[in-house]
């Protein structure tokens, strides 16, 4: 069983939405950031949203900030990615990642999920 659980994602047309939800279990439970990456066939992942889990506090992607929102749930362990008026430059992979602190560099995380599609047609 994965440690991180991702749902959501799928397909939508230019202008809308998506949310995505990640639920860390196992060792990536009690986690201080959870956030999501996102990545194009042979790019770079890149950030799209943080939380800090134990502050609040949360930090986006240059792309992403007025167009989505992370938020943290009941449960400290669920995140959620609210992503509105989508381009057609959003489709990639989205992955959940979890992080004892809130890192812009992707390399610096272990512990990932296996991914979920977003794909936005024009």
């Known amino acids: 069983q994965a440690d991180l659980a991702e749902s959501g994602g799928g397909w939508v047309q230019t202008g809308g939405s998506l949310i995505l939800s990640c639920t860390a279990s196992?060792?990536?439970?009690?986690?201080?950031?959870l956030g999501w990456f996102r990545q194009i066939p042979g790019e770079e992942r890149e950030a799209v949203a943080l939380?800090?889990?134990?502050?609040?506090?949360?930090y986006y992607g240059t792309f992403a900030a007025g167009r989505f929102t992370i938020s943290q749930g009941t449960d400290k362990n669920t995140v959620s990615l609210q992503m509105n008026n989508l381009k057609p430059e959003d489709t990639a992979m989205y992955y959940c990642a979890a992080g004892q602190r809130c890192w812009f560099d992707a390399r610096k995380y272990s512990n990932w999920g296996q991914g979920t599609q977003v794909t936005v047609s024009s």
């Open positions: 196992g060792a990536a439970a009690g986690s201080v950031c």
């Open positions: 939380l800090n889990t134990r502050g609040g506090s949360r």
